[in-house]
């Protein structure tokens, strides 16, 4: 437990690194950007976390703004005052990435025969970006062509431009997923999707967790560095099923206080029906180690304290797709 221990501190500390040399800032059409004295002296951004109640999704909204349901499909963000500003957030099925360029254009070209690309920077690593001006207003439509694809469509001012708020808001979005718990209810749960750069899968990591590479061919999961973790290894077609068996048993039996190892085959979900598992008490709480050879074959070894916190694990698990 101690070795896990320095190595979930590790990873943090390598994890919290990496957040801050990626951090992103929207640069607006026309706006001048202030100086770092001016910036070191801005109060923190008071945000306000609102869920929508006509899509599944959450975004944290600045003062005197509001989320409304403008129609099925369609949210818009509005300030009090300022109503000829606005934007609106159309939330896009999987598999509609592929068509965004495409729809960006076509929309953009119908709001103005002058629209073209939007040089800018915004707070989106992957995203189609067009600027149409109207007469003394600006118009952008932003395709995020993500693994959670959506359309933002921003109307501001020329001079009196909005974009900067409008994508500090945006940059917040959500998507929440219905989850079934162990006793069969329906919850709302925030996530967002982790790409490995080590292993060719991803999945939806649930707000509060995190993700990151800790050697090659391993992926972790976990929550702090003193509680409950979940180590994702993909298996390759053509492996030796009986030796990956026999590894998890002995695993398991090496780590458990009393070299007792259960052998149970799992019956819940989807990817994970039909597993065979591994499991034992530890010193501090139990190990599991599921083998799954249907959909994506994988080794998950998950450690915890507590048996109510292996059931976030799992439902990461039911998100884990291999993209070769």
């Not at 026309?30 to 801005?42: G, T």
């Not at 002058?114 to 970006?129: K, M, Y």
């Not at 052998?263 to 008490?281: C, E, M, Q």
């Not at 180690?289 to 074959?297: H, I, R």
Request: charged share 25%; with cysteine; aromatic share 8%.
């Amino acid at each position: 437990m101690k070795q896990r221990s320095k190595l979930f501190i590790s990873i943090v500390a390598a994890f919290t690194l990496l957040s801050a040399c990626n951090e992103q800032t929207t640069a607006p059409a026309k706006q001048p950007v202030a100086n770092k004295e001016q910036q070191k002296k801005q109060a923190p951004l008071e945000l306000t976390p609102v869920e929508s109640t006509n899509q599944p999704f959450t975004i944290s909204l600045l003062p005197k703004f509001s989320l409304e349901a403008e129609e099925p499909g369609k949210d818009v963000v509005m300030h009090e005052s300022e109503q000829e500003q606005w934007m609106r957030i159309e939330l896009l099925p999987k598999e509609a990435k592929d068509q965004i360029e495409t729809y960006a254009k076509e929309r953009a070209t119908a709001v103005s025969e002058q629209a073209t690309p939007f040089e800018g920077t915004l707070p989106f690593e992957d995203a189609i970006v067009y600027e149409a001006p109207v007469d003394d207003s600006v118009v952008y439509i932003i395709g995020v062509t993500g693994d959670a694809p959506m359309f933002l469509t921003v109307f501001t001012k020329k001079e009196d431009n909005w974009l900067e708020p409008f994508m500090t808001m945006a940059k917040t979005i959500k998507r929440t997923a219905t989850i079934e718990n162990e006793t069969g209810e329906q919850t709302s749960e925030s996530f967002y999707t982790y790409k490995s750069s080590n292993q060719p899968f991803q999945a939806n990591i649930l707000d509060g967790y995190q993700a990151e590479a800790i050697e090659p061919g391993k992926d972790m999961i976990f929550l702090d560095e003193e509680k409950s973790s979940m180590t994702v290894e993909l298996i390759d077609e053509g492996a030796d099923w009986s030796l990956i068996a026999e590894q998890a048993e002995q695993y398991v039996k090496a780590s458990s206080k009393d070299g007792t190892v259960e052998k149970i085959t799992w019956t819940k979900g989807t990817r994970l029906n039909g597993a065979d598992v591994y499991k034992s008490a530890i010193a501090d709480g139990e190990v599991y180690v599921f083998v799954v050879k249907n959909g994506t074959p994988m080794r998950l070894t998950i450690f915890v304290q507590q048996t109510n916190e292996l059931d976030p694990f799992l439902q990461m698990a039911e998100t884990i797709d291999r993209i070769d």
